[in-house]
């Protein structure tokens, strides 16, 4: 088939039509905008004024709508991962588990002769573990707590020297002319807020016991919840907080996505009072507990709002926070997967919801990334750290029982 090429004289008179074409539509512009602009100089100065803010008000409003929907698509939401170190979590439960058996002593004296040895490397930890072994009624607690702090113990000159004596004490302690370490071995700890935010934290001594109490959780669980969030607050805008943390000594309480001091979500704390009256929910903590969330008002929104954002009152952030670790855990047993002693676990679930709670043999430690001092960890971790760390051990010692009903 042959292929038909336009003449050149009808080339050349669509060229010139284009061309006259384009030229009326800028000229029609240009008319246009003189136009717009005389229409506007004609306006009165109080219509111009009332014309801009009418302007500015719509951009507002289209800026929040936008990071409304940003956030409700999810683009915010820090999705975690599991933690590097748990393989090696994993494996503490096993101290746990043999608490129970026969030779309670012997484990408790193992655990001094092995701690005894931590503190000639780590003066600091082997006095925490010390002090916390002293409000524990658990005779494996301090193996516990040496193993936590162990998976920091790898390869350094410290660690090495820590391991082979161990192996043979005697020999070893004798022989030992190494400096100790003069700071924490978790990293995170040695960080300047870490005594203000602890100084902060015990001011609600109080109603933490009294939220453990009502919802049947081990004081030193929630505590860990609170650490998590604390740090990965104060971490994420250091600036900010240092103001307020340093000089005060007081808890960040959030009152926009997330709420109050252990940032519950709106849409967790309604589920956790639902879980608390269905009675054939695998979240349901029993017949004492039903009672404990219950509102005063029949506007539940507002109140839910005002109880966790309460600036002077933080029960309500522990209430529910006591409520979701408690459920969490029922829902797990239940399940025929016991996470009781893999606090690890629970701290990870707290962060990342019951949306994320899906009963399995293989539970992974992890959560949200928190960076400190470029060391990047997650809040199972931050969280698990601080209950096997010793730490406020006096206030907020280790329990043989976690939960009330375990």
């Known amino acids: 088939m042959e292929e038909t090429n336009p003449s050149v004289e009808t080339f050349h008179e669509t060229s010139l039509q284009s061309s006259d074409n384009a030229s009326q539509q800028t000229a029609k512009k240009v008319r246009k905008k003189r136009s717009l602009w005389k229409s506007w100089k004609r306006l009165k100065g109080r219509t111009k004024f009332y014309l801009i803010v009418l302007h500015l008000f719509a951009l507002v409003g289209a800026g929040i709508l936008g990071a409304w929907a940003f956030y409700e698509l999810g683009f915010t939401n820090n999705k975690g991962g599991t933690d590097k170190n748990n393989r090696y979590l994993s494996e503490n439960q096993k101290y746990a588990a043999q608490a129970d058996t026969v030779n309670s002593q012997e ?33 494996t607690a301090i193996q516990e707590m040496i193993y936590a702090a162990n998976m920091y113990m790898q390869g350094d000159d410290h660690a090495t020297a820590y391991q082979k004596m161990v192996a043979d004490v005697d020999n070893i302690l004798k022989s030992n002319r190494m400096k100790p370490f003069e700071g924490n071995v978790i990293p ?6 870490w005594p203000a935010l602890k100084a902060a934290i015990l001011k609600d001594t109080a109603v933490i016991y009294e939220a453990a109490r009502l919802t049947g959780v081990e004081p030193r669980l929630i505590v860990g919840c609170l650490v998590g969030e604390q740090v990965r607050l104060f971490n994420s805008k250091r600036e900010m907080f240092k103001r307020y943390l340093g000089p005060m000594k007081v808890l960040s309480v959030q009152s926009q996505f997330s709420l109050g001091v252990n940032g519950i979500k709106d849409f967790t704390a309604m589920q956790v009072e639902r879980n608390l009256t269905d009675t054939a929910s695998i979240f349901y903590m029993g017949k004492q507990y039903e009672h404990i969330l219950d509102f005063q008002t029949a506007d539940h929104q507002s109140e839910r709002f005002n109880r966790l954002t309460n600036y002077h009152n933080h029960l309500y952030s522990y209430l529910y926070t006591g409520c979701i670790l408690h459920q969490t855990m029922l829902q797990w047993k239940r399940s025929g997967y016991d996470i009781v002693n893999r606090p690890d676990i629970l701290f990870t679930l707290f962060n990342l919801g019951f949306q994320a709670s899906k009963p399995g043999p293989d539970p992974k430690c992890g959560g949200s990334h928190i960076t400190v001092h470029d060391e990047v960890y997650t809040f199972g971790v931050i969280c698990n750290d601080f209950y096997y760390s010793g730490e406020l051990a006096e206030y907020f010692p280790l329990k043989a029982q976690r939960f009330a009903n375990e």
Request: glycine share 2%.
């Open 107 to 139: 484990k408790t004296l193992n655990g001094y002769r092995n701690l005894s040895v931590l503190r000639e490397f780590y003066p600091q930890n082997a006095d925490l573990i010390f002090n916390a072994a002293q409000f524990s009624d658990r005779p």
């Open 188 to 193: 995170w700890m040695n960080d300047s807020a």
